[in-house]
């Protein structure tokens, strides 16, 4: 299959790997900031290939996984409305909350369903307009301009009964965070190529700017990860922090213009707390004032404040990359893709649940 097969091609990562390993470097850290890498990563063993000195973190880049248990719990509250008709991508619906998760509520007989698409929440309003349609809008930059999307047109269809509860994320000022924890000692980043694509590179300059740090956007075919690993080693090894794109494939400099214009008209940057990282300034998205009618925190006063569950899962430390999996004393024993009792474990991006299935100890 043409632009899938080249990047799966044996032979070349071969030569990658073999290239990785003659650069001559001290032991670095690097993080991938995508859940989608982070599988990738497993699922390609790639892990397994590196030199010994390249020394791999995973971090927070899945959305599901940093959502804080507090949402989990207001929507859990939410769904329990008579009128409600609750809509959610299909990761949300194990995330354990105080009294259970969503796919336990569902069995119990709360309307609560799962689409692909906001979108899909236009047809829901209006086959239901005796309901009041509550979607649960959680993601990182590549889902948020579907929900601005969805919120323009159903203005435009002068739906009254379609709304949100908004948790969407945004990448970089977390990286900000992450860069200034000196616990963590970070030499570079893979970057997230879909976030990118949605973005551009710009938005990460400030890696190289104000840190010194070099990042490069890769994709997330072996090939596209093993390129940009020599790419980024490279540029430690020579001291050099710029921002390198190597998914130029998919990701332009200005990203897609777009898709920001929804986001820019529908939405506002705010503080946002992330699961066992805290309260990140400007890293999180809720709609402005023109489209605050779409709030369902608003439209239903309810009073929100987040927090995180304390069930001794260390799921806050593995998201801040200062532990593995492995040193969580309820991974594989109480906690597994099956019963999660963190995030972590319950969507498939999750570091938990990559360690889970692909992870041997040797």
């Known amino acids: ?13 071969k030569l990658l790997v073999e290239n990785l390993k003659s650069i001559t470097c001290n032991k670095i850290n690097i993080m991938e900031v995508c859940g989608s890498h982070t599988m990738a990563i497993f699922r390609y063993g790639i892990r397994d290939i590196l030199p010994p000195n390249v020394n791999l973190i995973s971090g927070p880049g899945c959305p599901v996984c940093v959502t804080p248990q507090s949402y989990i719990d207001t929507a859990l509250e939410l769904s329990s409305r008579k009128d409600v008709i609750m809509a959610s991508f299909g990761d949300m619906m194990k995330i354990p909350g105080r009294k259970g998760s969503l796919l336990k509520k569902k069995a119990e007989g709360a309307d609560i369903r799962i689409v692909y698409s906001p979108m899909d929440c236009l047809i829901i309003a209006q086959e239901n307009p005796s309901k009041q349609i509550i979607f649960l809008a959680v993601g990182f930059e590549t889902t948020a301009p579907m929900t601005a999307v969805t919120a323009i047109e159903a203005r435009k269809k002068g739906l009254s009964n379609l709304f949100f509860f908004t948790a969407h994320k945004i990448v970089p000022p977390v990286m900000e965070a992450l860069v200034n924890d000196p616990d963590l000692n970070l030499d570079g980043f893979l970057l997230p190529g879909n976030v990118c694509a949605i973005i551009g590179t710009e938005p990460f300059q400030f890696l190289s700017k104000n840190f010194m740090i070099p990042g490069v956007v890769t994709g997330f075919e072996p090939v596209d990860i093993l390129q940009g690993l020599v790419t980024l080693v490279s540029l430690i090894s020579q001291k050099d922090p710029r921002i390198s794109n190597d998914y130029k494939r998919i990701v332009r400099t200005d990203g897609n213009p777009k898709a920001r214009q929804y986001m820019d008209e ?20 809720e709609f402005n004032r023109e489209f605050e009618e779409f709030d369902a925190i608003k439209h239903f006063g309810i009073s929100y404040e987040a927090y995180d569950g304390g069930s001794g899962c260390r799921c806050g430390e593995i998201l801040k990359g200062k532990i593995k999996p492995t040193q969580c004393p ?26 889970f299935r692909y992870y041997k100890e040797l």
Do not use: H, Q
């Open 1 to 13: 299959m043409k632009f899938v097969d080249e990047f799966r091609s044996n032979e070349y990562s």
């Open 266 to 285: 529908a939405f506002n940057l705010v503080d946002s707390n992330w699961r066992g990282i805290g309260k990140v300034p400007k890293s999180g998205l």
């Open 330 to 355: 309820l991974f594989k024993k109480l906690c597994t893709p099956e019963n999660p009792v963190g995030s972590c474990m319950v969507s498939s991006e999750g570091t938990c649940a990559a360690y």
